[in-house]
C-alpha cells in the first residue's frame, strides 16, 4: 500500500501543472480578497486578458508551469453597461468578505471592453473570461489555491530526496567501502571523519552548509545530501569488512583481478541489503529536514511552495479558528514519511536484513 501511495505521489508531483487548479509558475495567482478561505470556497472570477503576446513551449510549460500575466479578480456581480457612442464596458463588483454586492461600501471597477480580443459579444465574454472558480483545499493567506501549492510543493519534497539520498549514497558507498576494504591507516581516517560528522546534529550542520553555500533550492540539495553518507558508510563499512574474507574474494584476489573490480563486482553487490533498507529512512529523513529548513526560511525560497514554508506561514492561524492551514500540509508530510518508513520496514523484513 506505501509502494503505490509513492509511486501516486511521486505522479503527482512530475505532473503536478497538470493537475492543479493553478498552473501559473509555483501557483503563484494571488487573490488578497479571498485569502484564507475554507476548503470548497467558490468565487466567480474575472478575467482580464494581458496586452502582451507571450509564446511559450509546450513542455516547458506542462512540467514547469505557465507565465501567467492574465489578471484575475474575485467579483460577486459583473454588468454590461451600453456608453452613448455604441460601444461597452464592464462594471465588475469585486468580490468582499464582509459586504454584499448590493452595499455601497463596494465600490465596482471599470474595465475597458477593449482589453479583451476584438469582435467579443459580452455573452462571449462571459462564456470565456468568466467562470465559478472552486478551492477544494481553501486559499492561503495570499489568497492563493492551496491545492495547487500543496501538489507543486510535493514535487520539492520528493525531488529532494531523492537528490539527497543519491549524493548520500555516492559518498557513503564510496568512502565506506574503501575504509572496510584497505583497514590500517585508510580505515582510522576514514572513521575519524565518520565519527566527527556523527557527532554534530544534524540539523545544525545542514543549517551551517546551508549557511556557507547560500539559501535556495538547489543549495538544499547538497546540503542535505552531505549530511547524510554517514550512517551509510558505517554500514557498508562493516558489511565489506565481512565480505572481504568469503571464499570468493579470495579466489578473485588468486585471479589477479584489480581491488576495484573486486570491490565493485564481487563485494558491492552482496552488501547493497542493508543499503536499500537505510535509503528509504534517509529519503523520509531528508523530507523532514527540508521541511525544517523550509520552516527555518533556509530552504526552498519563495515563491516556490515547499510544505514547511506553508506551514511557517500558517502556524498562527491555528488559533484563529483556520487551522488547516497549517494542518494540510502537515498532514501531507506525515503521510509520505510514513508511507517511506513502511517501505523501509517492509524491505527490511524481504531482504532478512541482520541489525
Known sequence: MSFWYILICAFLAIFAYVFAPDDSRFANQMHLSVHSQPPGFKVTMLTVPTQVEQEENF??????????????????????????????????????????????AVMPIEISMDLYPDKLSPNEIKENFIQEKTFLLGTDKYGRDLLSRVLIGMRISLSI????????????????????????????????????????PTLLLVIAITLAIGKGFWQVFIAVGLTMWVEVARVVRGQVMTTKEQQY????????????????????????APVIVISAANFASAILIESGLSFLGIGAQPPMPSWGAMIKDHYSYIILGKAYLAIIPGLAIMSLVMAFMLIGNALRDALDVKS
Open 59 to 104: 513542455w516547458k510549460s506542462l512540467f514547469f508551469g505557465k507565465v501567467n500575466s492574465d489578471t484575475e479578480i474575485p467579483v460577486s456581480a459583473v454588468n454590461f453597461v451600453n456608453l452613448p457612442d455604441g460601444q461597452s464596458k464592464i462594471m465588475a463588483i469585486p468580490y468582499s468578505p464582509e459586504s454584499s454586492p448590493e452595499s455601497s
Open 161 to 200: 530526496g531523492f537528490v539527497a539520498v543519491f549524493i548520500s549514497l555516492i559518498i557513503g558507498i564510496s568512502l565506506g567501502a574503501i575504509a572496510g576494504f584497505y583497514g590500517g591507516k585508510i580505515d582510522a581516517a576514514i572513521m575519524w571523519l565518520i565519527n566527527v560528522a556523527w557527532s554534530i
Open 249 to 272: 574474494v579470495t579466489a578473485a584476489r588468486a585471479l589477479g583481478y584489480r581491488d576495484f573490480r573486486i570491490v565493485l563486482k564481487h563485494i558491492l553487490p552482496n552488501v547493497m
